[in-house]
T-cell receptor, first 109, second 114 residues
Framework: DAKTTQPPSMDCAEGRAANLPCNHS???????VYWYRQIHSQGPQYIIH???NNETNEMASLIITEDRKSSTLILPHATLRDTAVYYC??????????FGTGTRLTIIP | KAGVTQTPRYLIKTRGQQVTLSCSPI?????VSWYQQTPGQGLQFLFE???????NKGNFPGRFSGRQFSNSRSEMNVSTLELGDSALYLC?????????????FGNGTRLTVT
């Protein structure tokens, strides 16, 4: 069973920041938060992960709340190529890594 | 660095047959995980192999099996195929155990059972 909850769909205007929320209220202390995205007909692509601190890479930023019960993936300047299904997962490497249904993000021109 | 390679890309089989899917992980990666993806069920975890040992298994019948070789390459087998086995089968590799390091996915094998 998935340990995360995400909204099923979101829209974002091209060039604006896309903020994708994820709820993981039962996360344990040693579990990482991972984000992946899947563009149609391709395998999921790793985006970013974090444990406690906020993280940033060339693709996105990850904001994790202080109580670690939720997180937000931020795509700072969304483009049409960011249209995809975004998955948030949590894992510590010991249990099976499951994916929920994700958020279908549509970037509007 | 080459990515995760899955072969074949497409496969058509008949009910009752068996099938073997292959996955070559990124060089140096020791963990291989398999997932089944269907429109109705999303991404479902099948199993994870690390250092040739199955570490975790999903809720699939015994018809689904897998193995990992000493070079980390992995195969999964489905016997006595059913129509419901039609799906995209995805393989992902990671440096360490899945969840301790990022997964890198292949583009999958699309299996159609007729």
């Amino acid at each position: 069973d998935a340990k995360t909850t995400q909204p099923p769909s979101m829209d974002c205007a091209e060039g604006r920041a896309a903020n994708l929320p994820c709820n993981h209220s039962t996360i344990s202390g040693n579990e990482y938060v991972y984000w992946y995205r899947q563009i149609h007909s391709q395998g999921p692509q790793y985006i970013i992960h974090g444990l406690k601190n906020n993280e940033t890479n060339e693709m996105a930023s990850l904001i994790i709340t202080e109580d670690r019960k939720s997180s937000t993936l931020i795509l700072p300047h969304a483009t049409l190529r960011d249209t995809a299904v975004y998955y948030c997962t949590v894992s510590n490497g010991n249990e099976k890594l499951t994916f929920g249904t994700g958020t279908r993000l549509t970037i509007i021109p | 660095k080459a990515g995760v390679t899955q072969t074949p890309r497409y496969l058509i089989k008949t009910r009752g047959q068996q099938v073997t899917l292959s996955c070559s992980p990124i060089s140096g990666h020791r963990s291989v995980s398999w997932y089944q993806q269907t429109p109705g069920q999303g991404l479902q975890f099948l199993f994870e192999y690390f250092s040739e040992t199955q570490r975790n298994k999903g809720n699939f019948p015994g018809r689904f099996s897998g193995r990992q070789f000493s070079n980390s390459r992995s195969e999964m087998n489905v016997s006595t195929l059913e129509l419901g086995d039609s799906a995209l089968y995805l393989c992902a590799s990671s440096l360490a155990r899945a969840g301790n390091s990022p997964l890198h996915f292949g583009n999958g094998t699309r299996l159609t059972v007729t």
